[in-house]
């Protein structure tokens, strides 16, 4: 573009029948006419379901780009989420 955008960038985590899991804000930039920025957005997320073998809980990532306040890109994916955690000699997934 030849002109300065404001863009914000959202995360929005469903349960794969539309139930609202949590909405994560990116925060609002600035990008300037040829300029390249990288946006990101992350928070904790409480009482999931863990995938794994056997059980495949999955749910709908949902990431919205916008430009000046109007949706630009907007991408879908279904996923699933794992818990690890290393300590004491011992490897847990999904605290197993």
């Not at 495949?56 to 306040?69: M, P, S």
């Not at 290393?86 to 997934?93: A, S, V």
């Amino acid at each position: 573009s030849n002109t300065a955008k404001n863009i914000t960038y959202e995360v929005t985590i469903k349960e794969l029948n539309g139930k609202f899991v949590k909405k994560i804000n990116g925060g609002k930039l600035t990008i300037q006419p040829n300029e390249t920025k990288t946006v990101s957005a992350s928070a904790n997320v409480a009482n999931l379901e863990f995938w794994s073998w056997g059980y495949g809980y999955l749910y709908d990532v949902v990431t919205t780009l916008k430009i000046d306040k109007k949706e630009f890109d907007i991408v879908k994916t279904r996923t699933g989420f794992r818990k690890t955690e290393f300590g004491n000699g011992l490897f847990k997934l999904n605290d197993r």
